[in-house]
């Protein structure tokens, strides 16, 4: 319920539902209070724009963005287990005759988790809870790997309902097993705050982003707006936001 406020709450006060409400108000008050009106119709439409440009995602991004890819996946650097972080559930996929499956950023990370397997022969934790589906994400994410992958999880932690616990439970499970330096795999986005607050419970963290980003050039077209840029800008801030709420939390 916390994680569904947080979120009910993000897209009320960020764009683009953020700035039709600043719109509203304008129309509203367009009589009555004149200059605070337009203030708002401008702050309005600017914000529209500009979060839905390549630019100011890529502005934003380019601080969120810091780990290369992993240049050598035979040698970790000691790495003693793969942590790979769930990305999200697809309920019933019809096209897998109604089971529940993982979606596209939870793909990318279990492919590039049997990618490290292979080739390092590490052992696997998949970490993720049960959301809106009966069926956990490392429950899920485990028979993708199995099945199309050919490669076995050796743990499954399916009590985290996000970044932090899923820190937790894994610490949990890891440390019994006297495992304390992990490849950690998750999108290159998420990666700062995920290795916050795995490094928080006692890991020590070799960051294996999927995806890495390493072209931050702004161009002519960088400020055409597209939708793209819009999901990009939601998702950048959301990893902001948690990035800040790890620190007030952890100076509480």
Not at 164 to 189: C, H, M, P, Q, R
Not at 190 to 209: A, D, K, N
Request: glycine content about 6%; overall charge positive.
């Amino acid at each position: 319920m916390k994680e569904i406020i947080t979120l009910i709450i993000e897209d009320l006060l960020l764009p683009p539902c953020g700035s039709l409400i600043l719109l509203a108000l304008a129309y509203t008050i367009r009589k009555k209070y004149k200059k605070t009106a337009n203030i708002a119709l401008i702050t309005g439409i600017v914000t529209i724009y500009l979060v839905n440009t390549p630019f100011l995602s890529t502005i934003i991004s380019i601080p969120l963005i810091a780990n290369p890819a992993i240049e050598n996946p035979t040698n970790l650097n000691g790495a003693e287990a793969i942590v790979v972080l769930g990305g999200g559930l697809r309920k019933s996929a019809s096209e897998y005759l109604g089971i529940d499956t993982i979606d596209g950023n939870a793909l990318e990370r279990v492919r590039y988790g049997a990618y490290l397997k292979k080739n390092s022969g590490l052992p696997v934790l998949l970490t993720g809870g049960i959301t809106a589906s009966s069926t956990s994400e490392a429950r899920a994410m485990s028979n993708t790997l199995k099945n199309e992958f050919n490669v076995l999880a050796t743990w499954l932690e399916e009590k985290s309902m996000n970044t932090k616990e899923n820190a937790k439970f894994s610490w949990e499970i890891l440390s019994k097993e006297k495992i304390f330096k992990i490849v950690l795999v998750t999108n290159d986005y998420h990666m700062q705050r995920s290795v916050l607050e795995f490094e928080s419970v006692g890991f020590q963290i070799i960051p294996g982003p999927v995806n890495p980003t390493n072209d931050f050039n702004i161009r002519l077209l960088s400020f055409l707006p597209n939708g793209k840029s819009l999901n990009s800008f939601k998702t950048y801030v959301h990893e902001w936001l948690g990035i800040l709420w790890y620190y007030i939390g952890k100076n509480l």
